[in-house]
Every structure is written in structure tokens, then in C-alpha cells.
């Protein structure tokens, strides 16, 4: 069955970066697009990046723009979030979530924490 | 952005009753429409795509409807398995957005 595992969260500081990692398996992982969301403590879902199967196009909140970067390694069935700048309210946990052709299967997340 | 809002924030319902959870797009997203349920300490689950399509595994009782700006979801026999929060999403274009959620409560 569809398994995707997360990990990588952890606590850093304002302005710091982290990189979380999904291990895929159960599914053909090269010809899925693949997305993050996130749920900051006690509040709803965002959606934050989106990765197709092939890597042509990749998309982002707003919020995250221009600090998130989405990447995959096909060869290691893995799915990356490289969070750099990062804001107290970036604090989430971290879902990695399989497309198809919505947020099909999610993995368990991880917590980032960004605090002093 | 299409903003996603939902209605009630919060639904308390008898076991056995039904429930009707609503969800308004700020502009049309046709029926590129999604529910996901979420429980305490779970991650989500896919319930429903292009607003009434179920996804693998969900039960009956659930359906959705809707195009345009307007959904709902409705359950029609609660479960106590069902008491949980419910989420819409459109996929209707970038970024997606999800509403704020509706928790269903015991009564």
C-alpha cells in the first residue's frame, strides 16, 4: 500500500533553514506529481507546494514563495521541501501528500518548530 | 487567490442524524472540488473529489454535491467514527486553498 513517510522537523531559529524529507513507496513515485501541506498547531490545513511527476512545473503559496523550494530524487523514491528564512509562523506540522489528482494519500508529518 | 469559507465552524449532531456541512468559493472553481476528513492526531483523509466523487474505501453515507461556488457535503447517518473535522479544498487552479473547517460534534 501507498506509504509515505516524513521526516527532518525539528526545532531552528527565526531565519534559520531546515530540509524535511518524504520516503515514498508503495507506488510508482516517478510518475506522481507530489505536494506539502502544513497545519500550524491548533488551526486549519494549507496547502504549500506541489511537484510534477516530471519536474516541468512546481507551484507555491504565497506565503512560502520564494523561500520553499519542492525538489524529488526519483532514484531514491524521496520527496524534498528545502525551507530556508524561516518565521514563527511557519511552526506546522509538515504533511507530504501524494497527487492524484487531489491531496490523495497523506503521510503522518513532521513538526517544525521555529522559535528563539 | 479564491478564498474557501465554510459553514457551520461547528455542527453538533445526534448519532444516526444527518449532516450537511456547506463550503462557498469566493469565485467559481466548477466542480474542482475536494472534502477531507481529519481526526485528533490523524493526518487527513480524502472523502471526496470533483465534489461527488468518493474516494477508494469511503462509505456510502458520505456524498457531496455542487458546482460553481456552492458545496456541501452531507452525512447521512452519523457514525461515532464520523465525529471529526472536515475540510474543503479546491484544485480548481494555483494555489490551492482549503476552508477553515467544520467540526462535527456529538449532541
Same mark, same amino acid.
Given at each position: 500500500?501507498?506509504q509515505?513517510?516524513?521526516s +527532518?522537523?525539528g526545532?531552528?531559529?527565526?531565519? @534559520?533553514?531546515l530540509?524535511?524529507? %518524504?520516503?515514498?513507496? +508503495?507506488?510508482?513515485?516517478?510518475?506522481? +506529481?507530489?505536494?506539502?501541506?502544513?497545519?500550524?498547531? @491548533?488551526?486549519?490545513?494549507?496547502?504549500?507546494?506541489?511537484?510534477?511527476?516530471? /519536474?516541468?512545473?512546481?507551484?507555491?503559496?504565497?506565503?512560502v514563495?520564494?523561500?520553499?523550494t519542492?525538489?524529488?530524487?526519483?532514484?531514491?523514491?524521496?520527496?524534498?521541501?528545502?525551507?530556508?528564512?524561516?518565521?514563527?509562523? =511557519?511552526?506546522?506540522?509538515?504533511? %507530504?501528500?501524494? =497527487?492524484?489528482?487531489?491531496? /490523495?494519500?497523506? @503521510?503522518? @508529518?513532521t513538526l517544525?518548530?521555529?522559535?528563539? | 487567490?479564491?478564498?474557501?469559507?465554510?459553514? #457551520?465552524?461547528?455542527l &453538533?449532531?445526534s448519532?444516526g442524524e444527518?449532516?450537511?456541512?456547506?463550503?462557498r468559493? &469566493?469565485q467559481?472553481?466548477r466542480?474542482n472540488?475536494?472534502w477531507?476528513?481529519q481526526?485528533?492526531?490523524?493526518? #487527513?483523509?480524502?472523502l471526496? *473529489?470533483?465534489? &461527488?466523487?468518493?474516494?477508494?474505501?469511503? #462509505?456510502?453515507? $458520505?456524498?457531496?454535491?455542487g458546482?460553481?461556488?456552492? $458545496?456541501?457535503?452531507t452525512?447521512?447517518?452519523?457514525?461515532?467514527?464520523? $465525529?471529526?473535522? *472536515? *475540510?474543503?479544498q479546491?484544485?480548481?487552479?494555483?494555489?490551492?486553498? $482549503?476552508?477553515?473547517?467544520?467540526?462535527?460534534?456529538?449532541?
Amino acid at each position: 500500500q501507498v506509504q509515505l513517510v516524513e521526516s +527532518g522537523g525539528g526545532v531552528v531559529q527565526p531565519g @534559520g533553514s531546515l530540509r524535511l524529507s %518524504c520516503a515514498a513507496s +508503495g507506488f510508482t513515485f516517478s510518475s506522481s +506529481g507530489m505536494h506539502w501541506a502544513r497545519q500550524a498547531p @491548533g488551526k486549519g490545513l494549507e496547502w504549500v507546494a506541489f511537484l510534477q511527476y516530471d /519536474e516541468r512545473n512546481k507551484f507555491y503559496a504565497d506565503s512560502v514563495r520564494g523561500r520553499f523550494t519542492i525538489s524529488r530524487d526519483t532514484s531514491k523514491n524521496t520527496l524534498f521541501l528545502q525551507m530556508n528564512s524561516l518565521r514563527p509562523e =511557519d511552526t506546522a506540522v509538515y504533511y %507530504c501528500v501524494k =497527487d492524484n489528482p487531489v491531496l /490523495e494519500v497523506w @503521510g503522518q @508529518g513532521t513538526l517544525v518548530t521555529v522559535s528563539s | 487567490e479564491i478564498v474557501m469559507t465554510q459553514s #457551520p465552524a461547528t455542527l &453538533s449532531v445526534s448519532p444516526g442524524e444527518r449532516a450537511t456541512l456547506s463550503c462557498r468559493a &469566493s469565485q467559481t472553481v466548477r466542480t474542482n472540488l475536494a472534502w477531507y476528513q481529519q481526526k485528533p492526531g490523524q493526518a #487527513p483523509r480524502l472523502l471526496i *473529489y470533483k465534489a &461527488s466523487t468518493r474516494a477508494t474505501g469511503i #462509505p456510502a453515507r $458520505f456524498s457531496g454535491s455542487g458546482s460553481g461556488t456552492e $458545496f456541501t457535503l452531507t452525512i447521512s447517518s452519523l457514525q461515532f467514527e464520523d $465525529f471529526a473535522v *472536515y *475540510y474543503c479544498q479546491h484544485n480548481n487552479n494555483w494555489p490551492w486553498t $482549503f476552508g477553515q473547517g467544520t467540526k462535527v460534534e456529538i449532541k
